[in-house]
């Protein structure tokens, strides 16, 4: 980082090659600073050489004390200080520096030196770097009192020695973030370091930001680093990396690094660093295909609080240093394993009791200071070549398919230097991973060590619980006991499909019968063409309206509406009439649904979508007696949302859709009574098959059986007025299914059996209405309630017309 400012514009008119951007070029000796408070001539003698060829500028520099929105661009030649925009005490706002070729010493967003006035804040300013070198690279920095925020670099290409955010020696600097990627480089050579207690200290590499004077007084606190950042992805290789970096006191606060990719750091990283400020809730996240030969550190501070930093190491990443959740003192700093992340050559430490200064033969109250380090195990399996200074190892989920070492999570390699005789292991909420089939009978290590000697682990420290969850899928129960070896070991001794899994079931048997509804409209239709006068082609269509319960496991109640249009005609024969048509049906319902999962009750919406058609026809004696038939096929959709939990509390829905094929038999006799009132004995079968299906929750894979569904109605109507344009009936009658199973697997676990079989009971009271004879159009009203295995109430209204 630079020293004073003031200083550098001294040193580079002597060196004969200082340029400052977006004032303008009025000759290849000249150049302007940008909107600074005074103007800076400088007129050096520049040979060919050195010269910064392809310097664009935005407009002509200006006396005002504020630099806004200038731009410089450097695409090849040689410079010293290249800045988009420096002032002398002014703001500097939105100025951007390009680089994409040619080598400078410091490139810069903007910069603000000490004024006459109030110091400025340099915000929003940046570096974008394709190619090129440079010695040190900085989004914005302030040398005044003045704010730093939310100043980047991004580099896709070139070499810089050291890259900053944000830096300031006297103020905060807030949401600074730097962002390499490609196959940049940063080599983190040169010297920005400090002496201390006789050894030199150097500091080098990338910086979301950096306060304080290397080689000022350490002690003196300025402002706090605050949402800094690093992301480093691509090939991208670096030395050192810190997501904020205090020489002083500052605070150090929810500062970020994160390498993805195959990005490299051949050095150490660094969440967040303050010498002796405090260090809160900075976090490290390493993933992807990075590597990290150095050390890691989710917080340090020398003497100041380190609390609840952290460090995530999952994809394919691999750690070979040292991995600290902190520094001491400090509490809950988190070390998380997970994915494949290789830490064989690492040792893993919640904190390092090597840099901190506090005795380490402390009293109760100052012994609680370093507690409630974790390390987190999430579906992660390998080994660690030490492992100490942990509060407590949580497992949170357990990969079976992905144990790497003699059926174990964590293998220890070095158990004589791990301690873990007051680390307490946690098990209670473990969770094995969706989309593996647990087995009873299964058993594993959680913790072994690999050198055949005891690992020191208190049983009282190893805390379990009973229940077990896999995924969203399945449950059960397991023990946990230390063997001979002094390992932990896990043996499940029952495994069955999760309670919450029954209510899919359920949902499927609920959707099948709402299939079946779509039915009775189609019976209904007939009955109404058969009502109407006249003969020839007739158009028909219905609406049904519904409320129903159904009586499965746990009752579930849908509303839903059912429609259905179609062409028909009706002629006379010899002994009777004979009417037809042929339709298209759609059907649309949506429901609630309670579960519970781990003692939560949760609540999930539904909703169910069918579409088909189909032909009917109807033969009606002269004598009374009728038949009745039809065949229908279309596809059913189900939707859920919410309607599963997996250990962690997140909710996840699913998508069904299958096809339906239906057919229904009726046969019947109207006696009349007189002529204006008759009654309607009948007995219809109704045949509905529903395919089966398979989809993934969460990873866990569920299995429906096709559905069958036979249901018997017998009943009678009673019309009345039959022959008036108003005509009135009533009716009763009782159905029984046969079937109506809903089986169901998840994760070849069976779930149980869904059934609709059993009574139901329908009484109904209806209207119906055409004008004169000579009328085309008569209309049909309805009500209907039920009782039994189906619950609830419809309404259905239908119109004909008679060409």
């Given amino acids: 980082m ?58 002509q520099a200006e006396n005002n004390k504020k ?90 290409g070139g070499e810089a020695q050291n890259v900053y955010g944000g830096a300031t020696y006297n103020s905060s600097a807030t949401g600074n973030y730097v962002e390499i990627s490609g196959k940049a ?201 030490q492992i100490n200074n942990f509060y407590e190892i949580r497992f949170t989920e357990i990969d079976l398919d992905n144990l790497k ?53 208190d049983k009282e420290n190893v805390k379990f619980g009973s229940f077990m969850a896999a995924g969203v899928a399945q449950e059960g129960t397991g023990e946990l006991y230390i063997d001979d070896n002094g390992n932990i070991v896990q043996k499940i001794t029952e495994v069955h499909a999760s309670g919450q899994t029954h209510l899919v079931a359920e949902n499927r048997a609920v959707a099948a019968a709402f299939v079946n509804q779509g039915s009775e409209l189609i019976a209904d239709a007939l009955d109404t063409l058969s009502r109407t006068d006249g003969y020839g082609v007739k158009t028909f269509a219905a609406v049904y309206g519904n409320h129903s319960k159904y009586d499965v496991n746990s009752d579930l109640k849908i509303n839903g509406w059912s429609s259905i249009v179609g062409v028909g005609s009706e002629k006379q024969l010899a002994q009777g009439d004979f009417s037809w048509g042929v339709f298209y049906e759609n059907g649309s319902g949506n429901y609630r ?32 007696s009728y038949t009745e038939a039809s065949l229908r096929a279309g596809m059913l959709k189900s939707e859920m949302d919410n309607a599963l939990k997996d250990i962690t509390g997140a909710g996840y829905g699913y998508k069904s859709e299958t096809a339906y094929y239906g057919a229904h038999l009726g046969i019947g006799k109207i006696l009349t009574l007189n002529e204006s009132t008759s009654v309607d004995v009948y007995g219809k079968f109704f045949h509905t098959y529903n395919e089966g299906d398979n989809f993934d929750v969460a990873g866990d894979k569920f299995e429906f059986d096709s559905i069958t569904s036979d249901r018997l109605r017998l009943g009678t109507r009673y019309t009345v007025n039959k022959n008036n344009k108003w005509s009135s009936y009533y009716g009763i009658a009782w159905e029984y299914e046969f079937n109506g199973d809903a089986d169901m697997k998840a994760m070849n676990k069976a779930v149980p059996t869904q059934s609709m079989q059993g009574s139901s009971y329908m009484a109904e009271i209806g209207l119906n209405y055409q004008p004169n004879t000579a009328s085309p159009w008569s209309f049909d009203l309805s009500m209907r309630g039920y009782a039994g295995e189906r619950e609830g109430f419809s309404g259905n209204v239908q119109a004909i017309y008679n060409f």
């Fill in 67 to 156: 630099a806004e929105n200038n731009t410089i661009i450097i695409s090849g030649g040689k410079a010293y200080d290249v800045y988009a925009a420096v002032t002398g005490g002014g703001d500097a706002v939105g100025n951007t520096a390009q680089m994409s070729g040619g080598t400078v010493a410091y490139l810069g967003g903007a910069a603000t030196d000490y004024g006459d006035g109030d110091d400025g804040s340099v915000i929003s300013n940046k570096v974008i770097m394709s190619d090129g070198k440079a010695q040190e690279v900085v989004g914005g920095e302030a040398f005044g009192t003045g704010t730093v925020e939310t100043n980047c670099v991004t580099m896709t």
């Fill in 2 to 59: 630079k020293n004073n400012l003031q200083q550098k514009v001294a040193l580079s008119l002597l060196a004969g090659a200082m340029l400052f951007g977006t004032g303008y070029i009025a000759n290849t000796s000249i150049a302007y600073a940008a909107s600074a408070s005074k103007d800076i001539n400088i007129q050096p003698n520049i040979s060919a050489d050195d010269n910064l060829d392809g310097l664009t500028v935005s407009k």
């Fill in 405 to 457: 070492y003699n059926n174990t999570v964590l293998t220890v390699g070095n158990s004589e230097k791990s301690d873990l005789s007051n680390t307490v292991i946690n098990v209670k909420d473990v969770n094995f991973k969706s989309g593996t089939e647990i087995n009873a009978g299964t058993t594993l290590n959680l913790i072994a060590s690999s050198d055949s000697k005891k690992l020191n682990i």
């Fill in 593 to 624: 649904t309670a579960n519970s999962f781990n003692n939560e009750f949760f609540r999930g919406d539904g909703s169910l979508v069918y579409n088909g058609g189909g032909i009917a026809a109807s033969y009606a004696k002269k004598s009374g």
């Fill in 185 to 385: 480089i940063v080599t983190g050579s040169g010297d920005n370091g400090y002496e201390e207690d006789g050894v030199k200290t150097t500091n080098k590499g990338v910086y979301g930001a950096i306060s304080g004077d290397p080689k000022g007084d350490n002690e003196v606190t300025f402002g706090s680093l605050e949402n800094n950042s690093v992301k480093i992805s691509g090939a991208a290789h670096i030395s050192n990396a810190y997501g904020a970096y205090s020489f002083g006191g500052a605070d150090v606060i929810g500062n970020s690094v994160e390498l993805m990719g195959n990005a490299t750091v051949s050095g150490d990283v660094y969440g967040g660093y303050s010498k002796t400020g405090s260090v809160t809730g900075n976090t490290v996240k390493i993933g992807g295909n990075a590597t990290v030969s150095g050390n890691v550190y989710g917080g340090y501070s020398k003497t100041g609080a380190v609390i609840s930093n952290i460090v995530d190491i999952g994809g394919n990443a691999t750690v070979i240093g040292n991995v600290y959740g902190g520094t001491a003192p400090n509490t809950e700093n988190e070390i998380n394993l997970s994915g494949n992340a290789n830490v064989d050559n690492a040792n893993l430490f919640g904190y390092d009791k090597k840099t901190s200064t506090v005795s380490f033969s402390r009293t109760l109250s100052q012994k609680a200071d370093s507690s409630g380090n974790i390390l987190t195990i999430k579906g992660w399996s390998g080994s660690v070549k």
